[in-house]
């Protein structure tokens, strides 16, 4: 068996604003305090790391998959009463009046902490995302096997 | 080793996670036995500073409630 390390593995699927959210304060946190953290991201979750404003897709479906769900986190919506963009508008509004760091500073600060962020492979090829469309500091895109290693070592896994 | 805090820091208005990201940042720039402290208006932080020390291994030196604000000064470790 492998021995645990202070180490937390989490693997994001949502793409949701709330989620991703999430997602980021337990990575910052756990960063802070010293553990290793690893971001793995797969199919909705890739759009947490994309880059803002870019189009992703090659072929029709591709295309059509990279309009109809935009990336980039000033992009992405809450899970629940997102109602167009309305939810996504009223919610950035009460977390500015509430004095909430954004989402960007959030990713910006697990980066400088150190969290690794990598991605799946087989996910980016079916959506049609190339590593050019995410943000730089993105790791090599990688299998289930690397994601389960990291996990296997962790003494936190979570599924977002 | 003196105990004046080396690094004054100010988190009025931060939420979580920040006063924990903002203190893990500053302790790595002072030296191990040195100070730091912090002022904070989220009333989070009273659980959530002894928390992150006992996770990253530094030491809550104090931490208290002084009217609408919570002071608090953590010891480098290692």
Same mark, same amino acid.
């Given at each position: 068996?492998?021995?645990?390390?202070?180490?937390?593995?989490?693997?994001?699927?949502?793409?949701?604003?709330?989620? *991703?959210?999430?997602?980021?304060?337990?990575?910052?946190?756990?960063?802070?305090?010293?553990?290793?953290?690893?971001?793995?991201?797969? @199919?909705?979750?890739?759009?947490?790391?994309?880059?803002?404003?870019?189009?992703?897709?090659?072929?029709? @479906?591709?295309?059509?998959?990279?309009?109809?769900?935009?990336?980039?986190?000033? &992009?992405?919506?809450?899970?629940?009463?997102?109602?167009?963009?309305?939810?996504?508008?009223?919610?950035?509004?009460?977390?500015?009046?509430?004095?909430?760091?954004?989402?960007?500073?959030?990713?910006?600060?697990?980066? &400088?902490?150190?969290? $690794?962020?990598?991605?799946?492979?087989?996910?980016?090829?079916?959506?049609?995302?190339?590593?050019?469309?995410?943000?730089?500091?993105?790791?090599?895109?990688?299998?289930?096997?690397?994601?389960?290693?990291?996990?296997?070592?962790?003494?936190?896994?979570?599924?977002? | 080793?003196?105990?004046?805090?080396?690094?004054?820091?100010?988190? $009025?208005?931060?939420?979580?996670?920040?006063?924990? *990201?903002?203190? &893990?940042?500053?302790?790595?720039?002072?030296?191990?036995?040195?100070?730091?402290?912090?002022?904070?208006?989220?009333?989070? *932080?009273?659980?959530?500073?002894?928390?992150? &020390?006992?996770?990253?291994?530094?030491? *809550?030196?104090?931490?208290?409630?002084?009217?609408?604000?919570?002071?608090?000064?953590?010891?480098?470790? $290692?």
């Amino acid at each position: 068996m492998t021995e645990k390390k202070n180490k937390m593995t989490l693997v994001v699927l949502s793409g949701d604003m709330d989620k *991703v959210m999430a997602a980021y304060i337990m990575a910052s946190g756990a960063a802070a305090a010293g553990m290793e953290v690893i971001m793995f991201f797969t @199919f909705w979750g890739l759009k947490a790391i994309q880059r803002d404003g870019v189009l992703t897709g090659k072929g029709l @479906f591709g295309r059509m998959l990279g309009v109809m769900n935009r990336g980039g986190l000033s &992009a992405i919506g809450p899970s629940r009463l997102n109602m167009g963009g309305m939810g996504r508008w009223m919610f950035k509004l009460m977390m500015k009046m509430h004095g909430v760091t954004p989402l960007n500073e959030l990713r910006e600060a697990c980066i &400088a902490l150190g969290v $690794k962020l990598i991605t799946c492979d087989m996910s980016m090829t079916v959506m049609e995302i190339d590593c050019e469309d995410l943000i730089p500091e993105t790791e090599e895109p990688v299998g289930v096997a690397v994601m389960l290693e990291h996990a296997n070592e962790s003494s936190i896994q979570y599924f977002i | 080793m003196s105990d004046t805090p080396k690094l004054s820091l100010d988190f $009025k208005g931060l939420l979580c996670p920040m006063p924990v *990201v903002k203190l &893990a940042q500053a302790i790595k720039q002072i030296q191990v036995g040195e100070l730091v402290e912090a002022i904070a208006t989220d009333p989070g *932080v009273m659980a959530d500073i002894p928390a992150w &020390a006992r996770t990253s291994g530094h030491e *809550v030196v104090s931490l208290e409630k002084q009217d609408k604000v919570f002071k608090f000064v953590v010891k480098r470790v $290692k």
